[in-house]
């Protein structure tokens, strides 16, 4: 059975940090691409941050670069988030998805409904 869930997610003080987990489970992630993507409430879904399996390369969405990072340790089939200097626009459901084909990062992205698999989302909440 195919499966992805994240953990991780909590609530933080701005300029704190939290780092979000994604397991997968029934695939190899090192065979798709793979995103997080994040949620507000009222607001569409983006992405976050995205890693193409065609060349590694990754896309972040400005609001986040320099900020968060993403990684992944294929031993454990497990894709990360750092977010550091965490900001209350932030706050909201984090989801990490994983896709096949052969785009770049950039791509996957900017169309999350092409995504094949999707974790249930973690919350995170940033406040003071």
């Known amino acids: 059975q195919v499966q992805l869930v994240e953990s991780g997610g909590g609530l933080v003080q701005p300029g704190g940090s939290l780092r979000l987990s994604c397991a997968a489970s029934g695939f190899t992630l090192d065979d798709y691409n793979i995103g997080w993507f994040r949620q507000a409430p009222g607001k569409e879904r983006e992405g976050v941050s995205c890693i193409s399996r065609r060349d590694g390369s990754t896309y972040y969405a400005d609001s986040v670069k320099g900020r968060f990072s993403i990684s992944r340790d294929n031993a454990k089939n497990t894709v990360y988030l750092q977010m550091n200097s965490l900001k209350p626009e932030d706050t909201a459901v984090y989801y990490c998805?994983?896709?096949?084909?052969?785009?770049?990062?950039?791509?996957?992205?900017?169309?999350?409904?092409?995504?094949?698999?999707w974790g249930k989302g973690t919350l995170v909440t940033v406040s003071s």
């Open positions: 998805a994983a896709a096949r084909g052969y785009y770049s990062g950039t791509f996957y992205c900017s169309n999350h409904y092409i995504m094949n698999y």
